[in-house]
Every structure is written in C-alpha cells, then in structure tokens.
C-alpha cells in the first residue's frame, strides 16, 4: 500500500464581523489533528478562523526578542476595538509593518486599514478568553472604502441575527436545524453555541448595525463615540469616571499575576458593571496620563502599586 502526504485543509472564509461580536466571544474550539483549524465561535454562531476587518487604525508598536521583531496594533471600528498582531515567525510582513509603524508614528493624519488574519485567542489560566486577530494581509483604505465594509459587514451582522433569532426556539441539533432551514454555516456554531452562553441578547447586535450604518452614511464624527451612550450631566459623568478608575485600580490590584492583566479583561469587566466601553477606555487612558497604571506590554496593564 503506497504512502501518501497528509493534506492541510482548505483554507477558510474570512468573515466580515464587528469587534463587539468578536470580543464578545469566549467559546474556543480547537481541532485534535496538527492541521485543524481552531475557532471563536460567537454568540450569534459564527464560527470564526479567519476574519475581515476594517476601521481606523488607533495604536500601534513594534517589539523586540530574542526571536526576531512583534508588531502589535489595534483597529477601531464603530463598535470597538479589533486588536492585532505580526508574529516574529511572519518574517514575509515586517517590512510592510515597518512601514506602516512609520506612517502611524508620523501622526500625518487618520489611517483607515482593510485587514484579514486568522483568530487568535489567549485564555488565561483562570480560564478568561481573550481574543485577538493574527494579522495575514492588509491594505489602507478611504472612506469611501471604510463605508462599503461598514454596509457589508452590517448586512453578514443583520444575517446572523436573524437567522439565531429563528434557532432559539429549536431543539439544539443538526436534524431539527436542517429541517427548520438553518444554513449549514451557522448551524454548528449555534449548537455549540446553546451549550455555552446564556441569555443572549440579540438586540446589543442589532444597535451595532444601526451604529455601523450611521457611520456609513457620515453621521458620526467620531471612532471614539459609543453605542450605548446616554445622555449625562457633567457631575454626573465626573462621578461615573472616579469610580470607574477606582473599579479600576483595584481590579489590577487583585487579578495582576505579575505580567500585567489584558486589556480587554478590564473592559469585560467594566462591562459587567454598566460602564460602556468608550467610557471604559477613557477612564483607562485617564489613569495612565496620571502615572498610577502603566502597559507592561501592549494590551497589559499594570498598577504602579502592583507586586
């Protein structure tokens, strides 16, 4: 019997998907073989391996190790924060992140990114997922272009809502999916999905829809403007701030095993509390300019007071 080479898969669809459905995620479903891919699978059931994303590009830095150069960024879109990353095994882009880490630094004006990478996710040991975007390509991109993406992503976004609105009343299986007509793409994802997260709400997707369709049409202004924002007096934003920066402080206090604590923990947990996001990251931003927390690396934080 003749020997034969094991094949890679096929390479998968890349995504078009907002940063709240994705950092949203913390469902991680990894192949046993050497060459399976591994998923985010998303409360909406999108089973994500690779990814296409778009906004502005917010931060940006290069690292240096023993194995080569890092670069490390993020990408705002209007509902978030896509965080990515060039490995130093990625040797064939660092001449393009070079390039671009010089045209961020220049500070010559806004950069609009179209980015497509493979998921990658960090789960701590407390068993927190965090995800990220393993960056495979890019290009820059007007408004013109940054809209379409916008209009394009909110219509895959609209599909998946509709299409979990029309599973939950479903019993979770591949025959009663199948034969209800939901779409073989989603259905895994789904499935899995029921097993894992609890008292999904739809709707939080469906404002950023609206949200990312205001932005296409230029109603918005700014990346830095959040979905859920409310109306507030100054005492009572003044407020809500302190007691962010103090939540905070001591959330770093507790949780920083020594390396810092990810970014986007602090975020989710602030969440739990109410705290929108972009207030979430202004509190953040505040309490760095003030020289009481520091990035160890980028994407951790630490407080000066942290052992």
Not at 63 to 81: E, K, Q, V
Request: aromatic share 8%.
């Amino acid at each position: 019997m003749g020997g034969g080479k094991l094949s890679r898969p096929s390479r998968q669809p890349a995504i078009r998907m907002f940063a709240r459905e994705y950092f949203e995620s913390d469902l991680i479903e990894k192949g046993s073989g050497e060459y399976d891919p591994t998923f985010v699978i998303t409360k909406l059931g999108a089973k994500v391996n690779r990814m296409m994303v778009a906004g502005l590009l917010e931060r940006m830095e290069r690292r240096d190790s023993d194995n080569g150069a890092n670069y490390r960024g993020a990408i705002r879109d209007p509902t978030g924060l896509h965080m990515f990353s060039v490995a130093s095994f990625q040797p064939e882009l660092h001449a393009q992140m070079e390039e671009l880490l010089a045209k961020f630094e220049q500070n010559e004006g806004p950069i609009l990114l179209l980015a497509i990478g493979k998921c990658n996710p960090y789960q701590s040991d407390e068993g927190n997922v965090f995800t990220g975007i393993r960056l495979e390509q890019y290009t820059t991109i007007d408004s013109e272009g940054n809209a379409n993406w916008l209009v394009e992503t909110a219509d895959a976004t609209l599909r998946r809502i509709d299409i979990f609105q029309k599973s939950r009343d479903l019993e979770p299986s591949a025959d009663a999916y199948r034969a209800a007509g939901i779409p073989a793409d989603l259905a895994d994802g789904l499935i899995t999905g029921r097993g894992h997260y609890s008292n999904v709400e739809s709707d939080v997707y469906m404002l950023t829809v609206y949200l990312a369709l205001d932005r296409a049409e230029g109603n918005m202004t700014s990346y830095s403007e959040d979905s859920d924002q409310t109306p507030e007096s100054s005492s009572d934003k003044e407020g809500s701030s302190e007691a962010s920066k103090e939540f905070i402080c001591n959330f770093l206090l507790a949780n920083d095993p020594g390396d810092g604590v990810p970014y986007d923990a602090i975020m989710q947990e602030l969440a739990s509390t109410g705290v929108s996001r972009s207030d979430g990251e202004a509190a953040v931003d505040a309490l760095i300019d003030a020289g009481l927390i520091f990035e160890q690396t980028f994407g951790f934080l630490r407080h000066i007071d942290s052992k």
